[in-house]
């Protein structure tokens, strides 16, 4: 709530460094190591300040089980992740791609799973499409559930992404010029987290 206050107060960019992670959080079960789902108390907190539309961009290795579950019947959220694979990787029961929303949310989610092994290449190619979505909804804020386990080095997580790829990664998320709060959330090779949210947070400067 810290970070959206800064950007409602002119800030074009807030990074909430939060421990632990949330996005596997619901209304009312925790899971995942998560027990508040960060990213969205962060949507109800901007809608209730004026905001009539937000998009969720979860860029952690695991997808956001908890936050689609959240908005999954609400038009005002586009919720989008890119992920693993949930046939190989938890959460298992969530993030397939033909989970697209229900109700008046039908449309308004979008899951990208990736294979296990998946480089910077691919995983560009298809941020680039989540991005595309993400415009063509125009929303007033933008909100960033970061993990930075989709590193090559991550102890339990199993895509490629190095380093120097966070900061490309942020850059083409930062080129949409939106409102933008990032959350932190997974990453667990620690001797390298802080060379990898410095990489992301670069590509926003």
């Known amino acids: 709530m810290t970070a959206h206050a800064h950007v409602l107060t002119g800030a074009r960019?807030?990074?909430?460094?939060?421990?632990?992670?949330?996005?596997?959080?619901?209304?009312?079960?925790m899971?995942?190591?998560?027990?508040?789902?960060?990213?969205?108390?962060?949507?109800?907190?901007?809608?209730?300040?004026?905001?009539?539309?937000?998009?969720?961009?979860?860029?952690?290795?695991?997808?956001?089980?908890?936050?689609?579950?959240?908005f999954y019947e609400r038009s005002e959220v586009l919720t989008v992740s890119l992920h693993a694979d949930p046939v190989m990787d938890?959460?298992?029961?969530?993030?397939?791609?033909?989970?697209?929303g229900l109700?008046?949310?039908k449309g308004a989610n979008l899951n990208l799973p990736m294979p296990r092994g998946t480089k910077w290449?691919?995983?560009?190619?298809?941020?680039?499409?989540?991005?595309?979505?993400?415009?063509?909804?125009?929303?007033?804020?933008?909100?960033?559930?970061?993990?930075?386990?989709?590193?090559?080095g991550d102890p339990i997580s199993y895509f490629e992404i190095e380093t120097a790829d966070y900061t490309a990664m942020a850059a083409m998320i930062a080129a949409l010029a939106l409102p933008t709060v990032i959350c932190m959330e997974g990453g667990y090779a620690i001797d390298a987290l802080g060379a990898n949210v410095a990489a992301f947070l670069r590509g926003f400067e």
């Open 13 to 29: 960019h807030a990074f909430a460094f939060c421990r632990p992670p949330g996005h596997h959080a619901g209304r009312d079960y």
């Open 103 to 105: 109700g008046q949310g």
């Open 31 to 70: 899971g995942g190591y998560s027990y508040l789902n960060n990213a969205a108390i962060c949507v109800e907190r901007a809608l209730s300040a004026g905001a009539s539309r937000i998009a969720v961009l979860d860029v952690d290795y695991h997808h956001g089980n908890g936050t689609q579950d959240v």
């Open 121 to 152: 290449p691919t995983y560009r190619a298809v941020l680039a499409g989540a991005l595309e979505r993400v415009v063509n909804f125009a929303p007033d804020v933008l909100i960033v559930p970061y993990g930075a386990d989709t590193y090559a």
């Open 90 to 100: 938890y959460p298992f029961y969530w993030g397939h791609a033909d989970e697209a």
